[in-house]
């Protein structure tokens, strides 16, 4: 296994590893039938910061990537990912039911956010700051690689001098990820009880967590 750079002959491949590990670690297509508007969420990264971008790559394969934003401070991306989500509202009524239903409800729960009326709105990430996006396909998993392009992010981000990132995760009650960002040195800065996946596990008491890591201190 090799972690390297981003090309942008990765992009379908990386589009492809989004929609597989896009419904907390397993496949959107439970949840939608093509993967149209699902990439949209990450043209920022692909377009305007491909060089904070790191993959896994085994046999000529890309198994896992890395998004970084190394400064979230104009909140560029986040702007774009509210745009996305208008549009692909509109766009999915072009599409089948499922997809339909899928957007109806992200625009729902934006909505809910933005207006002050969920508990996502308490959620707090450290101000000027770095953040990141990890997801490994489920044969790369568990065998230290997605340390290894942590670390690999973490030597690029201290050499841009950036000083603190974050990374939002879901944490889930049975399958929790959580041991993987406090083993790699990261701490709670904040979380919330989310309700983004009610429709889909209506059973289950997800939250919204804020890893961050002081770079300045390893
Ligand atoms: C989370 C993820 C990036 C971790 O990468 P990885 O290569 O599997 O993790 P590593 O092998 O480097 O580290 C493994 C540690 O993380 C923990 N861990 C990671 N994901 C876990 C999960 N879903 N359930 C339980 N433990 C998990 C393990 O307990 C292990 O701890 P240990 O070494 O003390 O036993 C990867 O498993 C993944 O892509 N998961 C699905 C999507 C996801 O959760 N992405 C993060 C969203 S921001």
Not at 84 to 111: A, C, E, G, I, Y
Request: some cysteine; hydrophobic content about 35%.
């Amino acid at each position: 296994m090799l972690v390297r750079k981003y090309r942008t002959s990765d992009r379908k491949q990386v589009e492809d590893i989004h929609f597989e590990t896009g419904f907390l670690g397993s496949s959107m297509s439970r949840l939608l039938s093509n993967n149209l508007l699902w990439k949209k969420n990450i043209t920022y990264y692909l377009e305007k910061e491909s060089e904070s971008i790191f993959v896994l790559e085994n046999k000529n394969k890309v198994v896992g990537y890395l998004f970084g934003c190394l400064n979230d401070a104009n909140n560029n991306e986040t702007r774009s990912f509210v745009l996305h989500t208008l549009k692909n509202l509109m766009l999915s009524l072009f599409l089948p039911r499922k997809d339909k239903v899928f957007w109806r409800n992200q625009f729902m729960t934006l909505l809910h956010t933005l207006t002050g009326n969920s508990e996502e709105m308490n959620f707090k990430t450290p101000k000027n700051a770095g953040h990141i996006h990890i997801n490994l396909l489920p044969l790369a998993r568990g065998r230290n690689l997605g340390t290894k392009l942590l670390k690999e992010f973490e030597n690029y981000a201290k050499k841009k001098r950036i000083k603190l990132i974050h990374a939002d995760s879901f944490r889930r009650p049975k399958k929790s990820n959580a041991q993987f960002w406090l083993k790699n040195g990261f701490t709670v800065y904040s979380e919330v009880k989310t309700s983004i996946w009610k429709n889909q596990l209506p059973d289950e008491q997800i939250d919204l967590v804020c890893y961050a890591k002081n770079l300045t201190l390893s």
